[in-house]
């Protein structure tokens, strides 16, 4: 073929594809396009239902009333929930289109380019004829069910009666929330009348029709949602279906009301050296004017951790009251929602201990918490009052729809606000909190989803970029499988979810041979009642035989030397851990605590593999999310953490120098989110102080740094794992027998360490550089570095975070904005490029591309090639809310950079590869190529695309056109 008939083929083809372009096909992302029959035969009945009058089919005055205004308000001109979608990428002109045009704010955000707003039929043909919209979709009601309707997936909110002060024969509460559309996007002739109005003439109509005393709810004007309290779980049913029908109600879902601490087991005993902190001491980084704030069971004010003698707890009984005292050393403000007291050996107590509980003497100051010199800001949810307890009549509260408007004392449960973000973050936001660590969860919510809880949180940081949340990812992690985090809150793109690593060796040496009473032990364990109760030490060693244990405990109890006369009778310690224990660390963990010798202690702890740094607590929840992003985020110390006791007495100086009288031993996920909320205060201080860039203090460097930034430190600091990550029946699964994806969903990036990024003056060699910009759609930021010869050390690590808008309940995929990390090196000529949250270990270049899920992408390299130039490429594929999304960079090298690390101004339109090409004829040859398999493509194509335009000009239509107004996601029932 000639260079001229080669080229008037490739002018045809182009003319063609002009003239009868292909169909676009731009997929939309909802949850609930594929359901199982059971759903859809829950949507039928309650379509009937409606049909038949409902729920508000009551023919009295307040019905009739509520109709006529309802039809006033409507203009006689129906308005319903649609989808529009757009044929390009979202970028700030499409805002301006819809605001301008039609007076709508694009808020409601789903994938693919595409937003939830309210209009008229009558408007819909307007969207229509407007350039760069693809189609307008009915967004129908069986869209609009959140998980666990119609299907066996998750169970009703419960919060099952308590076994001491509730009637346990009282009905179960269950909850249901109910989300509204933003008056924003509500189109302009509507939204004269205001969203409260719509809401509380749907309200009257429901009081007038149900019984009072079996439904309570809230309206949180923040967020837009309903909140409905009842313990009969038909009128909810029928309220969900109710709500379904209102143009104005996208979502209704079924939630928790009651949590529980995640605590897996505690006991009074203690354990060093989980942190190497002196270095951060000697500095005076310990969270110096840092407050972190703690929603939980209750603190024990007079711990030795938190006990002042010359200044009074600043207790407060609602949020708008004043502190009567903001001069206590430890406590910025207490609200006793419930009461002011913790339970004993009380979890509360426990994690505010470890964020940053401080003795002011030895021998406690050993267990001071990570930020020992941060403030607390406390909310008491938790009800440890005989007879129960009131919050003061907030709006909100949990106790207000239960018997007598009192919650019932709970030893593991807590009761939170409905309004999570206004009467908790909010909370400890006003008091100067700018950290907020939670340790409790829902271990009947696994799997639920990304729901309004999740949304809610994640807006609540979007509009408070400076408040850094963290939450423990929950002690399911013995269930099979994955996705076994403990409720929405853990879906949440904007927080820390927080995994639990296995302790030190060296903590579980210190409790079992300087903290334990053995002596203590045998004759706990040898007394009559406990040989009539449990018969002996061997009751959790499975296969063993019984009568030997009870001859074991039995002997001990005559012997002058009960602890001697233990290790005699055990027989020389016959201890195998795969024989006895399999793969059970709690089985071993209990022959632990109940074994009366220490001789046979040490040996176990000499042959078990349990007892390794660097492995996953086998409790530690794993991911991912349902919609596949990585959580937890981070491990660190879950297990064997030492921290103050609850109710051991006024702290005094004779107490003070017993160390067993204050301390205790927990483990579970719940000591993990405070350690890392510590850790974020002292990397809040790093930064106000000035430590950046130097490593120094120096009040001209201040930063105030957002919790994106404070996220991106502390997940940049994080390394694998080396150790076994999961327990199965079969032994421990050690990191290399999983892949890189695999890894990510047990440990998330791995454990925190922040000496692996923070420039520490004479104590690291690091070189740190951060970044706080913003970016938007098609642009991008260039950073670049060059590796020095002969580094100190090789390791390079680069971490991108942005905080996101809050997703819409219905989307599949909870990620709005999407920026992408590149990062390229130059090798003397040879480029290699890598991409967010890839192996760069992997050779397969098929596992290295793009994510499109997570708001973290990180790159590690184990060794950067001394010499190489790294050019970092920060772009923007996606803005959707507004026209730029803020970011934070962290780049940490293990030795010195050459130099500092070089930015450029961003460039209009992303560049094909991470380095330009310096051969402009290898530039004009590769072109040329390219073309040339244009063409022949063409060719190949030119055949079909005649006879598909023939036939669709021949039928009187063309091939694309503007759709007049697509059907919505439908079966044959209609759905």
Not at 218 to 236: K, Q
Request: proline share 4%; net charge negative.
């Amino acid at each position: 073929m000639g260079h001229h008939t080669l080229f008037a083929v490739c002018l045809l083809s182009l003319l063609l594809i002009l003239v009868c372009p292909p169909t676009l096909s731009i997929p939309l992302h909802i949850k609930n396009q594929h359901k199982s029959a059971e759903f859809r035969r829950f949507v039928d009945e309650t379509s009937q239902f409606q049909q038949k009058g409902g729920l508000l089919s009551h023919h009295n005055e307040k019905q009739n009333l509520y109709r006529e205004a309802h039809a006033t308000l409507r203009y006689a001109k129906p308005e319903n929930l649609y989808i529009v979608q757009f044929s390009k990428k979202i970028d700030h002109s499409i805002h301006r289109l819809m605001q301008n045009q039609f007076a709508i704010t694009l808020e409601h955000y789903i994938p693919q380019n595409a937003f939830l707003v309210v209009i008229s039929d009558e408007m819909v043909t307007k969207i229509m004829a407007a350039d760069s919209v693809f189609r307008v979709i009915p967004f129908t009601k069986g869209l609009k069910f959140g998980t666990g309707f119609g299907e066996a997936k998750m169970p009703w909110g419960k919060a099952k009666a308590e076994d001491n002060n509730e009637d346990p024969d009282a009905s179960p509460l269950y909850q249901l929330t109910v989300s509204w559309m933003k008056p924003s996007e509500i189109s302009e002739a509507k939204r004269s009348i205001p969203l409260q109005t719509h809401q509380r003439m749907w309200l009257n109509a429901l009081e007038s029709s149900v019984d009072a005393q079996k439904l309570h709810y809230d309206i949180l004007e923040s967020s837009h949602r309903m909140v409905f309290t009842s313990t009969d779980e038909n009128i909810l049913d029928r309220i969900a279906a109710e709500a379904a029908e209102h143009s104005y109600v996208y979502w209704v879902e079924k939630t928790e009301q009651l949590v529980h601490t995640e605590l897996k087991f505690s006991r009074p005993m203690t354990s060093t050296g989980t942190l190497d902190d002196s270095d951060f001491i000697s500095l005076g980084l310990t969270g110096k004017n840092q407050v972190i704030g703690v929603t939980d069971s209750g603190v024990d004010t007079n711990s030795c951790f938190f006990y002042d003698a010359d200044n009074a707890v600043p207790f407060i009984d609602a949020m708008s009251d004043e502190e009567p005292n903001k001069s206590h050393r430890k406590i910025q403000s207490y609200w006793s929602l419930l009461d002011n007291v913790d339970l004993d050996h009380g979890h509360g107590t426990h994690v505010s201990s470890i964020a940053l509980g401080k003795a002011q003497s030895d021998p406690l100051s050993e267990f001071n918490g990570v930020a020992s010199d941060a403030k607390l800001v406390f909310l008491d949810v938790g009800c440890n009052t005989p007879g129960g307890c009131t919050c003061h009549n907030i709006e909100g509260c949990p106790c207000r729809s239960r018997i007598n408007g009192t919650c019932p004392q709970s030893a593991g449960s807590m009761y939170i606000p409905s309004d999570f973000s206004k009467h908790v973050l909010g909370y400890h936001h006003s008091r100067g909190g700018r950290v907020s660590s939670f340790s409790f969860g829902s271990a009947s919510s696994i799997m639920s989803g990304y729901s309004s809880s999740s949304a809610e949180i994640d807006n609540y940081v979007y509009n408070n970029p400076d408040h850094l949340i963290l939450f423990s990812a929950g002690n399911s992690g013995s269930i099979n499988g994955y996705s076994t985090t403990t409720g929405p809150t853990k879906e949440t793109k904007n927080t820390i979810i927080v995994g639990a690593e296995t302790a030190p060796y060296e903590s579980w040496t210190d409790i079992y041979t300087q903290r334990v009473d053995y002596e203590e032990i045998a004759l706990v364990t040898s007394n009559e009642w406990y040989v009539t109760n449990y018969c002996g030490l061997y009751q959790y060693v499975p296969n063993h035989n019984e009568s030997v244990s009870c001859a074991v405990a039995k002997e001990v109890a005559f012997a002058d030397n009960p602890s001697a006369a233990c290790c005699d009778a055990l027989d020389s310690c016959r201890i195998s851990t795969q024989e006895y224990f399999g793969t059970s660390l709690e089985r071993v963990e209990n022959y632990l605590d109940r074994t009366c010798c220490m001789t046979c202690v040490e040996k176990l702890l000499e042959i078990s593999p349990w007892w390794r740094k660097g492995s996953l607590a086998s409790f530690s929840s794993v991911g991912p999310t349902i919609d596949g992003r990585i959580k937890p985020d981070l491990v660190t110390i879950g297990n064997r953490v030492q921290a103050g006791d609850a109710n051991t007495g006024t702290c005094t100086s004779q107490k003070a120098a017993d160390v067993n009288q204050n301390v205790r031993a927990s483990q579970g996920t719940s000591m993990a989110a405070p350690t890392a909320a510590g850790a974020a205060a002292v990397v809040r201080q790093y930064f106000e102080d000035g430590f950046y860039p130097s490593g120094k203090a120096n009040s001209d460097n201040k930063i105030a740094p957002s919790a994106a930034l404070v996220k991106a430190v502390l997940i940049d600091s994080t390394r694998p794992l080396q150790d076994f990550l999961r327990v199965t029946t079969n032994g421990v699964v050690t990191p290399g027998e999983m892949s890189f994806q695999q890894r990510k969903y047990h440990e998330g990036h791995g454990s925190l360490n922040l000496k692996n990024t923070l420039q520490l003056d004479g104590v690291s060699k690091h070189k740190l550089f951060v970044s706080t910009r913003s970016l938007a759609t098609g642009k991008q930021h260039v950073y670049t570095l060059r590796i020095p010869d002969s580094p100190t050390h090789n390791e390079l690590s680069v971490t991108l975070v942005w905080t996101d808008p809050g997703a819409s309940e219905t989307a599949s995929f909870a990620l709005v904005n999407d920026l992408d990390l590149l990062v390229g090196a130059n090798d003397n000529g040879k480029i290699t490029e890598w991409r967010g949250n890839c192996d760069t270990d992997e050779e397969d270049s098929s596992a290295n591309v793009v994510d499109r899920s997570n708001n973290v992408e990180k790159i590690t390299f184990t060794k950067a090639v001394p010499g190489a130039t790294y050019k970092i490429f920060i772009r923007g594929d996606h803005v959707v809310t507004k026209e730029e999304q803020e970011y934070a960079l962290v780049i940490s090298h293990g030795g010195q950079m050459d130099s500092e690390v070089e930015v450029s101004e961003f460039i209009q339109s992303p560049v094909t590869s991470i380095f330009q090409l310096n051969s402009g004829i290898f530039l004009f040859t590769l072109v040329i190529l390219l073309l040339l398999v244009v063409c022949m493509l063409s060719v190949l194509n030119v055949c079909s695309w005649i006879l598909v335009c023939l036939f669709s000009r021949k039928e009187g239509r063309a091939l694309v056109q503007k759709p007049e107004l697509y059907k919505p996601f439908t079966d044959e029932r209609g759905l």
